[in-house]
C-alpha cells in the first residue's frame, strides 16, 4: 500500500496530476488538480489512499492525512463511490463537510454534487460523532455562497494559465458568478463563451 509520494507535478488536467517521483510518473486523481503547480523543481507530498477494483487500480491524492481518512470513510456510505466522495472534497474543505454532518445540515449536504436527500440522511447515519480525526467548521448560512466562489476563482486561475488575459477573465468571471458550478465546468462555460463572442 502507498501512504504518500513525495515529488514534482510534471503535468495536470480538471481531474488530475502526474507525480514524478525519482522517474517515475504517477497518476494521481485529485479533488482539486488546479491547485497544483507543474513545477519540477517544487517537491512536496501528497497523501495517496489506493482504490482496487477487478479492472482497475487508481491513486487519490491528497493534501492532508485528515483529507484522506475522510475520502475513506465516505467510501464507507452506501450510495458514495470514489468519484462522489472525490467531488465532496472538491466542493468543500474537510472541516466543513464535518460540520455539515455534525450538525445534521442535510440542505448544504445536499448542495454537493451527487448528494441526494436519502444519501446526505445515510452520511449524517454513518458518520456523525466519528469524524473527530477532523476539527469541524461551523456551517454559516453564506457556506455555499463561499464553496461555490472558490470554486469560480480556481477556474479563473486555470483560465490565466490557459493564457487567457485579465480582461477576458474578468468578463467571464461577471458572466458566470450567479452559476452553481463546480471548477472544471466553470472553465468549460467560459470557454464557450469566448467562442461565442
Keep these: ?36 503547480q507543474v513545477n519540477e523543481a517544487d517537491l512536496f507530498t501528497i497523501y495517496i ?7 482497475a487500480i487508481r491513486l487519490y491524492g491528497f493534501k492532508t492525512r485528515e483529507e484522506r481518512v475522510l475520502f475513506s470513510r465516505l467510501l464507507q456510505v452506501s450510495g458514495i463511490g470514489p468519484k462522489g466522495a472525490l467531488a465532496v472534497l472538491a466542493e468543500g474543505n474537510a472541516a466543513v463537510v464535518v460540520g455539515a454532518i455534525e450538525e ?58 490557459l493564457g487567457y488575459g485579465e480582461r477576458e477573465v474578468k468578463k467571464a468571471e461577471k458572466a458566470l458568478k450567479d452559476e452553481d458550478l463546480q471548477s472544471d465546468e466553470y472553465v468549460r462555460r467560459a470557454l464557450r463563451l469566448f467562442v461565442e463572442r
Design 1 to 36: 500500500m502507498i501512504e504518500s509520494l513525495y515529488g514534482s507535478v510534471v503535468y495536470r488536467d480538471h481531474e488530475s496530476v502526474t507525480m514524478n517521483v525519482h522517474g517515475v510518473g504517477y497518476h494521481v486523481l485529485c479533488a482539486d488538480p488546479l491547485t497544483y
Design 104 to 161: 445534521e445540515n442535510e440542505t448544504l449536504l445536499t448542495k454537493f454534487p451527487g448528494i441526494g436527500k436519502k444519501t446526505a440522511r445515510q452520511m449524517i447515519l454513518d458518520l456523525k460523532g466519528k469524524l473527530d480525526f477532523v476539527q469541524a467548521a461551523s456551517v454559516e448560512p453564506d457556506t455555499r455562497i463561499r464553496l461555490t466562489n472558490d470554486a469560480l476563482d480556481e477556474a479563473m486561475d486555470a483560465l490565466r494559465a
Design 49 to 55: 489512499y489506493t482504490h482496487v477494483r477487478e479492472d
